[in-house]
């Protein structure tokens, strides 16, 4: 597995789209779903400023069924 290096938020949704994920609707506070028709998935973004800590990252890889190298060969 490959070393998960940091990112913004924008960089993140970036790659989302890129794997078929597309704004779904506004969650609470200021986080947001966002859904792939393709594969019937869900993940939940958090819009924050600055990057998104490593832990949240992951998760977000993980609920969009990806795997850390295949969310970073995405552009």
Known sequence: MSRLPSMTYREVVQRLRAAG???D???KGSHEIWYNP???RRTTMPHHPGNLPTGTLRAIIR???LTVDEFLGLK
């Open 38 to 40: 393709k594969t019937k």
């Open 21 to 23: 994920f597309g704004f």
């Open 63 to 65: 609920e969009a069924g």
């Open 25 to 27: 609707r506004q969650a």
